[in-house]
Nanobody, 122 residues
Framework: QVQLVESGGGLVQAGGSLRLSCAAS????????MGWYRQAPGKQRELVAT???????NYADSVKGRSTISRDNAENTVTLQMNSLKPEDTAVYYC????????????????WGQGTQVTVSS
């Protein structure tokens, strides 16, 4: 069974930085895209950033220029570096893996991590 394990959340002051990491474990042949989403209290889950296996990246306008997503295809890990954090970045951040191929016979699946809390104080 494939699982995503997130780390790096926490409490940080406005203007500070955080590095979120996510590792996929289990039997994996390939993953099409990995990324981060977030959900603030009372709001819908939203995209933060994604990266494909070919290193094509996509960022939400709200974090563009302040964040960098990177990926290690061999290790099935994805990292999000967030700088100049704002109180409105406070949310639970979820790691996502899209198009996970576990075997050549099974269909690809999408998997979510359990989430890690990021709190930015003003």
């Amino acid at each position: 069974q494939v699982q995503l394990v997130e780390s790096g959340g926490g409490l940080v002051q406005a203007g500070g930085s955080l590095r979120l990491s996510c590792a996929a474990s289990g039997s994996i042949i390939s993953i099409d895209a990995m990324g981060w989403y977030r959900q603030a209290p009372g709001k819908q889950r939203e995209l933060v950033a994604t990266i494909t296996s070919g290193d094509i990246t996509n960022y939400a306008d709200s974090v563009k220029g302040r964040s960098t997503i990177s990926r290690d295809n061999a290790e099935n890990t994805v990292t999000l570096q967030m700088n100049s954090l704002k109180p409105e970045d406070t949310a639970v951040y979820y790691c996502n893996a899209q198009g996970v191929r576990r075997t050549w016979s099974l269909p690809r699946v999408d998997i979510w991590g359990q989430g890690t809390q990021v709190t930015v104080s003003s």
